[in-house]
């Protein structure tokens, strides 16, 4: 009790301090800081080069996109382009910029940009991260300028969600960048040694200060295109600071002490100790993230062990009553404190849009489990040990990333409830890296849980899950041409939704993709974890988003209410 | 036992070390027997449980004898809370026999003390999982002590075989062996412990998984003691008796052992405790990379690794079981290192 | 001279072959740059495989071994492949914030445990003896992450001191209001830093005064009128230096490898969250360099270790190869 006291009065204090008062003649909603916690320091600035998440949080602020998807809704709004329009048989886009449109240096911003811009990022040479979500069924799309403020995007073919691909793409400044990419030197700039003055973008906000492993000052960029309901140019806040902070439990202690203004993603078990009426916690419910237990069944050296426990991983009754055995309600309470949903498909609740409900949510059942065994054609031996046909002990090994520790947990209670159908399971938890070369590299597992979260609601962000091709088709990834009937028909159903533009369509084919996934089971389906997050009571228009940045994704709306300013 | 104390006095205070020493060990030995549960064994609908509590009174003040415990509740809506409900209570029995599960059957099982079913008595309290934490802190301490003591000896006895070398004999052997020490202190651990996890088998049985911590640490671990061990030879070496048993025509093998020895065990012995306690709290960090002690078998690394949470210092104290475990071990090894330790005066000539 | 020329070659040939290890551990072991996007599903392997090939990271170990020891010899220790610039502009600040921590600590550890240790063996096998080996035993047995984030708690919720990180924002740099600032920034790590080495310290200080200074020798020495802490400060202290010299060289040397977790754990910008940072991230010649720069450390402290114990002891042959021709017998 005390010690909440004590917080509370420290949370005022610390309020009074950091608060800078509003500019006179600033609305009652400017000013003020926002300090939020990343993991790791930002490594660069540079678009083109960063590939991890605190780099592209604070990339994502000083940056904008052409079309936007809206992190609430899921659906496409205009951000730099006021505007779009596709050609009948859906292969061109015409976009129209914003008129008047400027970089945080105050330069103009033209469709020479857009296309300078379009130019680097499918530069084989750069590499990009962002050049894959721009070629269209293998060939990159075509940018040209029509007038200053109109541009045309072409496309191989017809790609159903076109307007999606722009959300993220960064649109990067000639007159800044022009001469280091003639030059070949462009992904060594905009590093976090650059002067933050040339670091330039169209985002909410630009790079003030960087303190190198410790944290990011971005200031309010005066030149940002957005304005709120009542025409006052957005953000609201003056600066947003962004620390380093590498542990999950100090973040928690920081934003306890007041250090910190929001806490995003806590655990469940953080978010319980900061429920209680203190903290702004807000519970968005399910996310896109799925985690799931998946065996591996790409051909394995005949006669090897691996081989030979294949002969179990195939079948899939095997798999069905790996399913039956497994208790998800369990992982929901103990791993994710009931702040999680169990899953038997990969498309969360979160999700509506593009959910099959009519897949069966089958509780667990150990008697299932083993009347499917024994319809396999497995025994069990006198002291409840699961036999095979030819009589071999029945066990498994599953690895796990040892940085994921709530895939541990599922690890280890699916490791008790599988010993109740008479199955040994080792586990494995791997250093990160060492756990993706075995996975994605050596193939060289038994089975593994993992979780992918989708960056975006659409079925097209995970094609390289299900299509059998794929290079994440966990189970079996990089397959010539499908080995099995049903992966033929996922192929056949993703690559049609893909073209087909009219959604009721593309809808029923991926519920039959999800009927297939939830009949053959070569993912079994555990938990997706609810998004939580936290933050000081008086930050105004907080609402966390399912998609990722769950919290500062309408950053520039977010606001300190006047009452918390003195 | 000169100042301070009187020999009786010492002499009690010694007995009493040496009781407390033996009945540790006693308790860690026989485990299985003391722990009224097996450590896997998850109790999901408890977790989080603070320790039961022994009840002596009932709810019309009767006094008895036996211990009882009484149900606990799970508060609706709270995040696993839990409070008693002495409407139903059971016995603590001593000495009983049960049927529990074994392998993927039952068997029969005797333990010291449990609480007749279906209530429980978990004497400090559950885990994440429901795992009772008194048993998981005995079966924990086998292992882990076991490892820590069986590493610290590795490591202590390349210390001082290599430590001796390289302070008795100096110039070629003491470059060579402190380039080595050196190496082996500089080599980025961290890099190499992947390379190694990588290098065995994915399913490491138990007992390969702790051979191989043992090694690993005894490895990592000999440089330090290595370097005071040296520093104390090559003092020890200068000094006059040693001058004078070298004079007087001494074998070499029959200085290090008579004179020169005696100050090393000292050296050594502290090392020893400090080892063994940095040995047990290294498994958290080898589990990082993969190499800890595989689940379920419960080990103090991995318990710690749990209880190194904000949660566990606020709220679910009784995770910190471990860390006290630690703490009485760490006492009890050092009263008995300085109480073993030769009086060098004994051996000096 | 000799001498010096001596530890300046071994020096040398430690740090080729430390620097040359971990290349090869690197290239032995499992995982890659860019390996979280192997993961991603939106992005296709052959643009990691660009990205690798960018970097030349695929080429033998020997030839990318032989290119950044040759640009090492320039002062250049290659380039970071997470943050796109020289390692050597992001190495020697975070050594020197790690250094201003360690060092601090160090000082604290070393006053504390020689001072303890003095007192404790003036009042030698009394109860304050027992007791301050007892309290050492029992600190010793406290893990320093748990140290840390007790500290870390009560400081979130006293908010007598800051929960992390090194300076606050908005505070101008080179006032006092900055120092001050650091200073409580520091607190938090410098304690769990001294909690956790100062034991270790303590019990050897405490074993190595017992040992150098047999009863009989004290007695007689007391017996002729010396005064108990002189002859503990002036005769002990000398008999005792010889594994302290050691142990402070060990000190001096773990400098910057000492509490890579602690500064994980607190948010301290040093070289250990860097180090972490790079291991993951397989940011191959940030760790090689992290790598070098400590081995350096250690090999000087060693040096230096081995000079006190020569300086304190003279018999002693400490700064190695002077008595080498008398060893060859």
């Given at each position: 009790m005390r010690i909440g006291a004590f917080c509370v009065l420290l949370c005022l204090a610390g309020l009074a301090e950091q608060r800078t008062p509003a500019?006179?003649?600033?609305?009652?909603?400017?000013g003020g800081q926002l300090v939020v916690a990343e993991r790791?320091?930002?490594?660069?600035?540079n678009p083109v080069v960063i590939t991890d998440n605190p780099s592209k949080t604070v990339l994502e602020r000083i940056n904008a996109d052409l079309i936007h998807i809206n992190r609430r809704t899921f659906k496409t709004e205009p951000a730099l382009a006021a505007s779009w329009t596709a050609s009948r048989d859906g292969r061109e886009y015409t976009l129209k910029l914003r008129p008047g449109l400027k970089f945080s240096d105050g330069h103009a911003l033209t469709a020479d940009d857009v296309v300078f811009t379009f130019q680097v990022y499918l530069d084989e040479k750069l590499a990009a991260p962002q050049r894959d979500l721009l070629v269209v069924a293998g060939k990159p799309i075509g940018v040209r300028k029509v007038d200053d403020l109109t541009i045309v995007v072409s496309l191989a073919e017809a790609y159903a969600v076109a307007d999606r691909m722009f959300d993220g793409i960064a649109i990067l400044p000639r007159h800044v960048l022009g001469a280091a990419y003639a030059a070949g030197t462009l992904a060594q700039q905009w590093t976090v040694a650059t002067a933050p003055a040339s670091i330039v973008g169209t985002g909410p906000f630009r790079v003030s200060e960087v303190v190198p492993g410790e944290r990011v000052v971005l200031e309010r960029?005066?030149?940002?295109w957005k304005r709120d309901g009542h025409g006052?140019?957005?953000?609201?806040?003056d600066r947003l600071v962004l620390l380093t902070v590498p542990s999950t439990d100090a973040e928690l202690l920081r934003f306890k002490a007041g250090e910190l203004d929001v806490m995003s993603r806590p655990t469940a078990e953080q978010f319980e100790s900061l429920t209680g009426g203190q903290y702004n916690t807000v519970d968005v419910g399910p996310g896109l993230e799925y985690n799931f237990l998946v065996f591996n069944l790409s051909d394995g050296a005949a006669g090897t062990p691996l081989a030979r426990r294949q002969a179990w991983f195939g079948q899939e009754d095997f798999r069905r009553a790996m399913s039956a055995a497994i208790d998800r309600q369990a992982i929901v309470k103990l791993v994710y404190r009931g702040r999680a949903e169990p899953l038997w498909g990969p498309i969360t609740g979160a999700n509506a849009a593009w959910r099959n409900t009519s897949i069966p949510h089958p509780p667990r059942s150990v008697d299932r489990a083993r009347q499917l065994l024994r319809q396999a054609g497995f025994t069990w031996r006198d002291d409840g040990t699961l036999l095979d046909r030819a009589g071999t002990q029945v066990e498994f090994n599953i690895i796990v990333s040892a940085s994921r520790p709530e895939r541990q947990q599922m690890a280890t209670l699916i490791q008790s409830d599988l010993a109740e159908i008479g199955i040994r399971v080792t586990i494995s938890p791997l250093e990160f890296g060492a756990f993706v070369d075995r996975l994605t590299r050596k193939r060289d597992f038994e089975a593994c849980i993992h979780g992918i979260g989708s960056g975006d609601a659409d079925p097209n962000s995970d094609v390289n899950v299900w299509l059998s091709s794929g290079n994440l088709h966990l189970w079996n990834p990089n397959a010539a041409k499908p080995p099995t009937p049903w992966e033929a028909q996922i192929d056949t159903l993703m690559r049609n939704q893909m073209s087909v533009r009219a959604t009721g369509e593309r809808k029923r084919m991926f519920n039959e993709v999800q009927a297939l996934l939830a009949e053959h089971e070569p993912m079994i389906f555990l938990a997706s974890p609810h998004i939580l997050v936290a933050a000081k009571p008086t930050l105004g228009n907080f609402q966390p988003a399912v998609l990722p940045h769950y919290a500062l994704w309408n950053v520039d709306e977010l606001y300190w209410r006047a009452a918390s300013r003195d | 036992m000169r100042r301070g104390t009187s020999p009786k006095a010492a002499r009690v205070a010694r007995g009493a070390l040496l009781a407390a020493t033996v009945l540790l060990h006693v308790v860690i030995l026989a485990a299985p027997w003391v722990a009224p549960y097996d450590p896997a064994a998850q109790h999901r609908d408890v977790p989080f449980a603070p320790p039961t509590r022994l009840h002596f009174v009932d709810r019309v003040g009767r006094w008895h004898a036996q211990p009882f415990v009484c149900a606990i509740v799970h508060v609706p809506g709270t995040f696993f809370r839990y409070v008693e409900d002495c409407a139903t209570t059971a016995p603590v029995r001593a000495f009983v026999r049960r049927q529990e599960p074994f392998g993927f059957t039952t068997r029969e099982a005797r333990h010291l003390f449990s609480a007749d079913p279906p209530l429980d008595l978990f004497l400090f309290g559950t885990d994440e999982f429901g795992r009772d934490v008194f048993s998981r802190l005995l079966l924990g301490a086998r292992v882990s002590l076991a490892m820590a003591i069986a590493a610290a000896g590795v490591a202590l006895a390349i210390a001082v075989v290599t430590g001796a070398i390289a302070g008795y004999a100096g110039g070629f052997a003491d470059t060579a062996i402190s380039a080595g020490t050196e190496l082996v202190l500089g080599l980025p651990w961290l890099y190499l412990l992947i390379a190694a996890r990588a290098a065995m088998p994915l399913a490491l049985p138990p007992p390969q998984a702790m051979a191989m911590i043992v090694i690993l640490l005894g490895f990592l671990g000999w440089a330090r003691p290595g370097r005071l061990v040296r520093a104390t030879v090559a003092a020890a070496r200068g000094r006059e008796y040693v001058m004078a048993a070298r004079t007087a025509g001494a074998s070499t093998p029959r200085i290090l052992i008579r004179h020169i020895l005696p100050d090393v065990t000292a050296v050594v012995t502290v090392a020893g405790v400090v080892l063994v306690r940095q040995f047990v709290v290294a498994e958290t960090t080898l589990s990082l990379f993969g190499l800890g002690v595989p689940e379920p078998v419960p080990s103090w690394g991995t318990m710690l690794a749990a209880a190194q949470r904000p949660r566990a210092l606020t709220e679910t104290w009784w995770l910190l079981a471990p860390v006290v475990g630690l703490i009485v071990v760490c006492m009890v090894y050092y009263a008995l290192a300085r109480v073993l330790r030769p009086d060098p005066l004994h051996n000096r000539p | 001279m000799r001498v010096l020329l001596g530890r300046g070659v071994r020096a040398v040939l430690l740090l080729l072959a430390v620097s040359f290890l971990t290349f090869v551990a690197l290239a032995g072991t499992p995982g890659q740059f860019a390996d979280e996007l192997r993961l991603d599903p939106q992005i296709s392997p052959a643009t990691i495989e660009a990205l690798r090939a960018e970097f030349a990271l695929d080429e033998p170990v020997l030839t990318r071994y032989a290119h950044w020891l040759r640009a090492a010899l320039h002062g250049h220790f290659g380039f970071s492949l997470t943050y796109r610039i020289p390692v050597e502009r992001i190495l020697w600040r975070r050594a020197a914030n790690t250094l201003l921590l360690t060092a601090t600590s160090l000082c604290l550890a070393w006053t504390l445990a020689l001072a303890i240790g003095l007192a404790a063996a003036t009042a030698r096998r009394t109860g304050w003896d027992r007791a301050a080996g007892l309290i050492a035993a029992a600190l010793l047995a406290l893990p320093d992450l748990l140290i840390a984030l007790a500290l870390l708690t009560i400081a979130a919720h006293t908010g007598i001191l800051p929960a992390g990180g090194m300076t606050s924002v908005g505070v101008e740099t080179g006032s006092w209001a900055a120092l001050r600032d650091l200073a409580a920034h520091m607190a938090i790590p410098v304690a769990v830093l001294t909690l956790s080495t100062m034991p270790t310290l303590l019990q050897h200080v405490r074993s190595a005064l017992g040992q150098s200074m047999p009863p009989p020798l004290a007695t007689a020495l007391l017996a002729r009128g010396l005064p108990r802490p002189r002859l503990i400060a002036r005769h002990a202290l000398k008999l005792a230096s010889a594994p302290l010299a050691a142990l402070g060289g060990i000190s001096l040397g773990s400098l910057l490898s000492a509490g890579v977790l602690v500064e994980v754990l607190v948010g301290w910008p040093g070289m250990g969250s860097l180090l972490v940072e790079a291991v993951t991230a397989r940011d191959q010649f940030v760790i090689v360099a992290a790598t070098a720069l400590a081995t350096a450390a250690l090999v000087a402290g060693n040096a230096i270790g081995d000079l006190i114990l020569h300086a304190a002891d003279p018999r002693v042959r400490g700064a190695d190869a002077i008595a080498a021709p008398a060893a060859a017998q």
């Open positions: 500019p006179a003649g600033g609305s009652a909603r400017r790791s320091a930002p490594r660069s600035f960029n005066p030149h940002y006052e140019a957005l953000p609201y806040l | - | -």
